[in-house]
Nanobody, 114 residues
Framework: QVQLVESGGGLVQAGGSLRLSCAAS???????MAWYRQAPGQQREWVAI???????DYADSVKGRFTISRDNAKNTVYLQMNSLKPEDTAVYYC?????????WGQGTQVTVSS
């Protein structure tokens, strides 16, 4: 079992920044970590991923604005979100991918006002 807890969500103005955190109960050294988001009435979509080797990739909608990073010593993954837009409003979920299985956090709400 792996417990994931997201934090850092909130209400921000368009153009502002926010940093999300995902703390894991299990060490992340061997895990690929990803962020997803889901707006009301829409399908959950992939946002970013960072592999156990440290390589990253992003959805086209957030490239150049979001940065995913990890601190294995703290068992934590981050999502730095800059130049936020109203269309970024969603519940953001952390996902841990181990060889033994996948795990999801409960989500944290991000609301961007215009």
């Amino acid at each position: 079992q792996v417990q994931l807890v997201e934090s850092g969500g909130g209400l921000v103005q368009a153009g502002g920044s926010l940093r999300l955190s995902c703390a894991a109960s299990r060490r992340l050294l061997s895990a690929n970590m990803a962020w997803y988001r889901q707006a009301p009435g829409q399908q959950r979509e992939w946002v970013a991923i960072i592999t156990s080797a440290g390589t990253t990739d992003y959805a086209d909608s957030v490239k150049g604005r979001f940065t995913i990073s990890r601190d294995n010593a703290k068992n934590t993954v981050y999502l730095q979100m800059n130049s936020l837009k109203p269309e970024d409003t969603a519940v953001y979920y952390c996902k841990a991918i181990y060889r033994s299985g996948n795990y999801w956090g409960q989500g944290t709400q991000v609301t961007v006002s215009s």
